[in-house]
């Protein structure tokens, strides 16, 4: 929770949090442009500089998804969540102060350091997570990332209310936000124990991954997961670890490459982020009363977490019905059937493309294998992410709501991958997994590796399978 609040909870604001108040931000562009110039822009000079506003946070995110692969095998996964800290105070600090500099490129610059920031923590954070629990919690705490991102894109949603700092006064301060979490994180993550994979497979240490793994389960006998970790070191080393060059020519682990493709491009051109980008515009083009539309956008936000709550098995739906209820009044009744339209997409997104790539991608990845794999995914996660965050602008002004069509689109033919393709994960091991893939790649796990895998079964306290090299 420490984790994926200082990392994934900034993810989501920094999403968010020039959404609500782009009209303010938008009029400081243009003063500032007047004291420099003496004149205002035109729309379509500020409607560029609007969409390069937002497009360079995933432009960012593309950069720290590039270096996170070396990063976490130098520093570890907590050391490279701590030293992604930098990525968000620094930028907190930056557009805190652009008002007073007058300097609307201190906020784009910005932009791009938290665009880091979340590159860096979107493939650092599910790794570190799912190294350090059970196969019993692997699930809940590969979804966690997903859920604090919501959560984070939720509160920037409330911050960014006109009453409360999405004003001319208060925008300064909602930027700055995002380093009290980096700021928090810095403060306790250093209590947490380092990887015990990590410290075990990629530094050889296996008193301090023993250390490590029995402050995690709260009791000393662990020695059936060190045993499962000295195997995987001994076929990886056998084997050798995979760059990501390597991994676009490594055969047994071609489905599983394709697979995370298509999943993280489906999951960011179907259209979530021109939601979360463009959210008050959206309403604004359906009829929705802009002053009203904060409101709205508010309304989404809860059913958004409500939903992704429901996908790990809680189902409060209450609140999030009142809140939809409350944010439609005074809408005019034409634009209520773009509302719900909305909120449906976003609950469907919420129970399943949101949140089930972020542990999926985890499982189908081993040790040797999971730092190149992030990489290429976190990769297409931000260059795609950027598109959409350049270009729906331009979308939207030329085809107007026919651009969701081509969101559509994409919807349908990912889902037809993923019930063609991917297989069930839920309390599956990761042998069974790889078996999985193994028949889909057209190669076969050598039968030693199986009687391994039998004999670590036949252990009296096991807490996680044998995993493959494939």
């Known amino acids: 929770l420490a984790a994926a609040f200082g990392s994934a909870f900034q993810y989501g604001y920094n999403i968010a949090v020039v959404n609500t108040p782009h009209k303010v931000l938008k009029s400081f562009y243009n003063e500032t442009y007047f ?22 946070f995933p432009l960012g995110g593309l950069l720290g998804a590039l270096i996170v692969g070396p990063l976490v095998d130098r520093c570890g996964r907590k050391g490279t969540l701590l030293i992604n800290n930098i990525f968000a105070i620094i930028p907190a600090i930056l557009m805190g102060s652009s008002k007073a500099a007058k300097s609307y490129e201190m906020i784009i610059l910005s932009r791009v350091m938290v665009g880091i920031c979340a590159g860096i923590a979107y493939s650092a954070l599910p790794m570190y997570l799912g190294e350090l629990g059970p196969p019993n919690l692997r699930g809940t705490l590969g ?31 909602l930027l ?12 306790s993550l250093p209590f947490f124990p380092e990887s015990p994979r990590y410290m075990l497979i990629q530094k050889g240490d296996e008193d301090r991954a023993r250390k490590a793994l029995r402050e995690l389960r709260g009791w000393d006998h662990v020695e059936d997961e060190i045993e499962e970790m ?33 999943l993280m491009a489906g999951q960011q051109l179907s259209g979530i982020n021109a939601i979360n980008y463009y959210a008050d515009t959206i309403y604004t083009t359906a009829g929705v009363n802009p002053m ?21 098995g809680h189902f409060p739906y209450l609140e999030a019905a009142t809140t939809v209820k409350e944010a439609g009044h005074e809408v005019p009744e034409l634009s209520y059937l ?30 040797s294998s999971r730092p190149a794999a992030l990489m290429v995914d976190g990769a297409v996660h931000w260059l795609t992410n950027f598109i959409i965050g350049l270009v729906f602008p331009f979308t939207q002004e030329g085809i107007g709501a026919y651009s969701f069509i081509i969101f559509a689109a994409i919807c349908l033919f990912t889902a037809i991958y993923i019930h063609v393709v991917i297989p069930e994960t ?16 057209k190669v076969e796990i050598p039968e030693k590796k199986k009687e391994e895998t039998m004999d670590f079964h036949s252990c009296p306290h096991p807490t996680s399978a044998k995993e493959t090299n494939f």
């Open 35 to 56: 004291d420099r110039y003496g004149k205002f822009m035109d729309e379509s000079l500020m409607l560029l500089l609007w969409s390069v506003t937002v497009s360079m």
């Open 143 to 173: 979804t966690m990332t997903e859920v604090f991102v919501i959560v984070g894109v939720f509160i920037a949603q409330i911050f960014s209310l006109q009453a409360i700092l999405g004003n001319p006064e208060g925008w300064p301060v």
């Open 176 to 187: 700055a936000i995002t380093g009290i979490p980096a700021a928090l994180q810095l403060l």
């Open 230 to 262: 000295r195997l995987e070191d001994q076929a990886e080393k056998a084997e050798g670890r995979l760059s990501v060059i390597n991994l676009f020519t490594f055969k047994p682990l071609r489905w599983q490459l394709i697979s995370i493709i298509v």
């Open 292 to 312: 009203h539309s904060q409101y709205v956008t508010v309304g989404a936000g809860i059913l958004n977490i409500v939903m992704t709550v429901v996908s790990v």
């Open 338 to 367: 773009s509302i719900i339209c909305v909120f449906s997409y976003i609950a469907g997104h919420s129970t399943g493309p949101s949140p089930v790539p972020s542990v999926v991608r985890t499982e189908i990845f081993l040790q």
């Open 426 to 441: 839920k309390g599956q091991t990761f042998v069974e997994i790889n078996q999985t893939f193994a028949k889909r790649n």
